[in-house]
């Protein structure tokens, strides 16, 4: 038996809704297995959370984040090839952002989403290793896709903490895992300790600083001249969030569930989870505008990992940046491209006699919202031999009639799986 877990980042929308992105797609594909299988809702962490993708991802691996969890940053490095010297360094996710002119009010949280990898990399590269100043403090910064990148403060001789809140005002810090904000001012926030350690407050105080400077040199950056030349937002400052000082100390999936695993990740924060749990990362190159090529590749990484092991991990980023975006016929057309080019196709070439097939997603990021919410994401199981339940489409409301039922932590999803399919050790 093989399973392939295919994830459809924040395609999921809420129950609430009078017609969602899944209700609205044309996804005869999808469905299929919907109507083979058996099918439910899961919160991703608990009920009333809306995670980040991080600790999400972590968790529908089977990992509780609020046992196990570190923070997004190292992650992220970990997936750009980034290491940590703990004690000395934090790591955070970043966004490339437009502000106001050499002010920190913000106008675009992602620089319009319009930033080319290669115009952020020119960017990182005028910010890299930046002296701070303060406390022996210095910054490494290294762009990743798009307008995302990693930042590194630290100290050459000061130990530094990750116990600090957020700059990026969407997100925020609750322990090691940041959530999002319904509502929230558009202005960049100062990094304050969350406790009274010297460890906190210099890095609060090392963040500040940097924030400051990357304003500065952004604001008159070439690139941002050129880019206002075309009436394209300017990147002229850079939002930290989910700090973390350290890896996870985790059991690696193989011995935890005692499965091989493989991964097909497009992003650094699934990249780095993967290789953090020792599973065997497929290299492909960024997602692109052009989704059959995109997915084509993604495809045929899937099957080559599929001959060598139990589990194959999928993580599809699409649907996710039109559900922030507040674009409804673009989600729509995101989730109906995977189906289409990646699922049916999939189910053209698998042995379906011995293959399961597990799909979900790994938050709801509703377009009402334009943000990731706390609502339960439909699941589904197919597996041979398996008697269906009536549920014909793959819906938020219909996955609700299911058998399955609710899963209330994302975390129970992966054991509960395996133990139905009858692989691995749980």
């Known amino acids: 038996m093989k399973l392939l877990y295919l994830v459809l980042d924040g395609a999921a929308d809420s129950l609430s809704d009078e017609r969602t992105s899944y209700e609205m797609a044309d996804t005869p594909a999808l469905d299929s297995i919907a109507e083979m299988g058996v099918c439910g809702l899961m919160y991703p962490i608990e009920k009333g959370l809306a995670p980040e993708s991080d600790s999400a991802v972590f968790s529908i691996l089977g990992y509780d984040p609020h046992k196990y969890y570190t923070g997004r940053g190292p992650i992220e490095a970990l997936g750009a090839g980034l290491k940590i010297r703990e004690g000395y360094e934090v790591a955070f996710r970043a966004n490339f952002a437009t ?20 115009e952020a990399r020119r960017l990182a590269q005028a910010l890299d290793s930046m002296e701070l100043g303060l406390y022996d403090g210095y910054a490494r910064v290294v762009a990743t896709v798009g307008h995302r990148a990693v930042v590194i403060i630290g100290s050459k001789t000061c130990r ?92 690696l999936i193989s011995e935890k569930f005692g499965i091989s695993a493989g991964a097909v990740a497009e992003m650094p924060v699934e990249i780095g989870i993967a290789r953090l749990l020792g599973m065997d990362v497929a290299s492909v190159p960024p997602p692109t505008p052009d989704k059959r090529s995109d997915y084509a590749i993604r ?17 599809l980023k699409g649907p996710d940046e039109p559900g922030h975006d507040g674009d409804f016929d673009e989600k729509i057309r995101a989730i109906e491209a995977i189906d289409r080019y990646f699922v049916k196709p999939f189910l053209d070439r698998a042995d379906l006699e011995n293959t399961a097939i597990l799909i979900t997603s790994d938050h709801a990021t509703p377009c009402l919202a334009r943000a990731h919410t706390g609502d339960p994401v439909p699941v589904v199981l197919y597996a041979p031999g398996q008697d269906p339940d009536p549920v014909k489409k793959l819906t938020e409301k219909e996955c609700a009639k299911g058998s399955l039922g609710i899963i209330e932590h994302g975390w129970e999803l992966l054991p509960l799986v395996l133990k139905r399919i009858g692989m691995g050790r749980v």
């Open 299 to 315: 495809l045929d990484a899937a099957f080559r990992l599929m001959e060598t092991h139990d589990m194959t991990y999928v993580h």
């Open 99 to 118: 502000v106001k002119d050499y002010t920190k009010i913000l106008l675009d949280r992602r620089a319009g989403r319009s930033l080319r990898t290669d």
């Open 160 to 251: 530094l903490s990750a116990n600090v809140s957020n700059t990026d005002p969407a997100y925020e810090k609750r322990g090691a895992i940041s959530v999002a904000r319904p509502k929230y001012e558009m202005k960049i926030e100062e990094c304050v300790p969350l406790d009274d350690t010297p460890e906190a407050k210099r890095t609060a105080e090392l963040v500040n600083l940097f924030t400051e400077r990357a304003i500065e040199i952004l604001c008159d950056h070439p690139i941002n001249r050129i880019r206002e030349r075309k009436n394209m937002p300017k990147a002229n400052a850079i939002l930290l969030r989910d700090a973390g000082d350290r890896l996870p100390k985790v059991e």
